[in-house]
C-alpha cells in the first residue's frame, strides 16, 4: 500500500483592503485643513450661497482634496515605505495595491470636479482639477524628488482651497482670495522645514531632496527664520482687506509675534542642544504652526459674523 502524503501549505495572503485603508489614503488630516481653509474662504465671500450648495461644493473640495492624496500615495509608495512616519500607509504596508490606490484616485478626482462644476461654477472645478494636478504630478511627481525647493514651489497645492472656496461663492478670484492664498503658500515652508529638522533621518534615508538633507539643518534654520518673516506682512496685509478688521489683526498680531520668537529661537539652536532635548523646541513650533494657520482662518469667519460687523462700526465711529 503506497503512502499517502498531504501537503498542507498556508500560504499567507495580503490582507484585504477594508474601509478604512481607502480612507487614510485620502489623508484625513490633511483633508480636514483642506476643508476648514475652503469652507472660510467660501464664508467669508461677499455672496451668499444656499447652505445645501455651499455643503455640496465642500465635500466635492474634500473629494478632491482626498483623490490628490491617494495619488500621491500611489506614486510615493517606495518612499514611504523607506520613512517611519509613512511606512504604515496603506499602499507601503501592503493593504491597498498600488492599482487600486490609482484607480481610486482618478475615479475621485473625475467625480470630484465635475460635479464642482455642476453643484458650483466651472471655475472653481478648474482651479479643483488645477490643484490636483499640480499635487499629484508637479509637486509629487517631478518637484518632491528633484529639488529641495520642492515645499516651496509645491505649497501652492495646499494654498488653492480657499481661494476655490471664494471663487465657488462669487465666480471669481479677488484680492482678498489671492491674500488667503499667499498667507498658506508662505506658511508652508516653515511649517515643513520645521517637521524636517526634526524627522531628517527619514528624508535622508528615503533621499528625498528635503532642505536638511541638501543644505543641512544649520542652512534650513536660517531659511525658516527668513520665510517666517516674510510670511508676517502677508498675514497683517490680509487683515486690510474686506476680510479683515480688529479681531483679526489682534489675533494675527499675537500669533506672528509667538511665531517670530520660535523662528529666532531655531535659528539660534545648535545641533548638540537640539539632539539633547531631542529636538523638543522645533517639534513645538511645528506643533504651532498649525495652530498658527488655524487662528488666522478662524478669525478671518469671526470676521465674517454680525457681532464682528457691528465692533467694526464702532470702531468707524470712534474714528479708529
Do not use: C
Not at 461677499?46 to 482626498?66: D, K, Q, W, Y
Not at 482618478?106 to 499635487?135: D, E, K, P, Q, R
Not at 542642544?273 to 494657520?293: N, T
Amino acid at each position: 500500500m503506497s503512502d499517502i502524503r498531504v501537503d498542507i501549505t498556508h500560504k499567507t495572503e495580503p490582507a484585504e483592503a477594508g474601509f478604512g485603508d481607502f480612507v487614510a489614503l485620502l489623508k484625513p488630516r490633511v483633508m480636514s485643513l483642506v476643508v476648514f481653509t475652503a469652507l472660510v474662504g467660501l464664508l467669508v465671500a461677499p455672496n451668499t450661497l444656499h447652505p445645501i450648495e455651499a455643503f455640496a461644493a465642500i465635500v466635492f473640495i474634500a473629494l478632491g482634496a482626498g483623490a490628490a492624496g491617494a495619488l500621491n500615495m500611489w506614486w510615493d509608495a517606495d518612499i514611504d515605505r523607506q520613512m517611519r512616519r509613512t511606512a504604515r500607509r496603506p499602499v507601503p504596508a501592503g493593504t491597498v495595491e498600488p492599482g487600486e490606490a490609482l484607480g481610486f484616485g482618478l475615479g475621485l478626482s473625475l467625480i470630484a470636479v465635475f460635479m464642482l462644476g455642476l453643484a458650483a461654477n466651472w471655475l472653481a472645478a478648474g482651479l479643483l482639477a488645477f490643484t490636483i494636478f499640480f499635487y499629484a504630478v508637479v509637486y509629487t511627481m517631478w518637484l518632491k524628488r528633484a529639488t529641495p525647493q520642492n515645499i516651496v514651489i509645491g505649497g501652492a497645492a495646499g494654498a488653492f482651497p480657499p481661494m476655490i472656496g471664494w471663487v465657488v461663492a462669487t465666480g471669481h478670484v479677488g484680492i482678498e482670495a489671492v491674500l488667503m492664498f499667499a498667507l498658506i503658500f508662505m506658511w508652508t515652508p516653515p511649517h515643513f522645514w520645521a517637521l524636517a529638522l526634526f524627522m531628517n533621518d527619514d528624508y535622508t534615508r528615503a533621499k528625498v531632496p528635503m532642505l536638511t538633507v541638501t543644505h543641512g539643518r544649520r542652512a534650513t534654520r536660517v531659511h525658516v527664520l527668513v520665510y517666517t518673516l516674510a510670511l508676517v506682512p502677508v498675514a497683517l496685509g490680509a487683515g486690510l482687506t474686506s476680510i479683515g478688521g480688529p479681531v483679526y489683526l489682534a489675533v494675527a498680531l499675537v500669533l506672528n509675534a509667538i511665531f517670530v520668537a520660535g523662528a529666532l529661537r531655531l535659528s539660534q539652536r545648535t545641533e548638540v542642544e537640539a539632539e539633547a532635548d531631542r529636538y523638543r523646541a522645533e517639534k513645538s513650533f511645528f506643533k504651532f504652526s498649525l495652530l498658527y494657520l488655524f487662528g488666522h482662518f478662524l478669525a478671518f469667519l469671526i470676521e465674517a459674523t454680525p457681532w464682528a460687523a457691528l465692533l467694526r462700526s464702532q470702531f468707524a465711529y470712534w474714528g479708529l
